[in-house]
């Protein structure tokens, strides 16, 4: 009899944790939170493809541990969507290997046309991809955890945002690195004008 018991009652306990999981997520944040899930999936889906036509061995290192870390992001934010508690693995920080030297200045380049087939991608192709899916990511990251209720949840999308933010970083860094985003510069008295243009607050105390 005690075996006969034990299914249901287990099945019971699993069906109250589900429904408390449930029961802790609004309906807005539900639609966010797969639309950010999904966007990270894509990222994770298109690095598959992106790999083989890597040239350089640094970005396709860089490449690697993007995607060990958005995995990891997804399985974590995967696993509080259902629980709505605090994860196994919690958010993980990202250390980027690029220094934060960044070139200043504009020099000529070839008019750059869209590639007609895959094998006309290269490097500059593929930075320039991984750093559209990570601008996506911390976009849709930080709108997310604007608006979920479950304090567990928005703490994670909260939390993996600068992480996010470091990876497009690392990727900008080695784009202009090898000139493929160059930055220009004003004019020094413009740059002065722009610098000039706003006064701190003298009094924040409260009263």
């Known amino acids: 009899m005690i075996l006969l018991n034990e ?6 306990q699993q069906s109250s944790a589900q429904m ?23 990222s994770i889906e298109q690095t598959l493809l992106y790999e083989p036509h890597i040239q350089d061995p640094e970005l396709k290192t860089m490449l690697q541990k993007h995607k060990a870390y958005m995995s990891q992001t997804y399985n974590t934010v995967v696993e509080t969507l259902k629980t709505g508690k605090e994860p196994t693995v919690k ?19 070839q008019p750059k046309t ?14 320039g991809f991984m750093m559209g899916n ?3 990511s911390a976009s849709a990251f930080t709108m997310t955890a604007l608006e979920t209720t479950n304090p567990v949840l928005r703490r994670v ?21 090898h000139q493929y985003y160059q930055v220009p510069q004003l004019k020094p008295e413009d740059m002065q004008t722009y610098m000039n243009s706003f006064s701190p607050i003298q009094n924040t105390m409260p009263h």
């Open 7 to 12: 299914q249901p009652q287990n099945q019971n």
């Open 20 to 42: 408390a999981a449930q029961e802790s997520h609004g309906g807005h944040e539900m639609f966010d939170a797969h639309e950010a899930l999904s966007g990270l999936v894509g």
């Open 91 to 109: 958010t993980q920080t990202y250390n980027m290997a690029q220094s934060n030297n960044v070139l200043y200045g504009m020099k000529p380049t």
């Open 114 to 127: 869209p590639a007609q087939s895959v094998n006309e991608l290269n490097d500059q192709s593929i930075s």
């Open 134 to 136: 990570l601008k996506s």
């Open 157 to 177: 999308f909260a939390d993996s945002v600068p992480h996010i933010i470091e990876m497009a970083y690392e990727v900008f860094l080695y784009q202009n690195k």
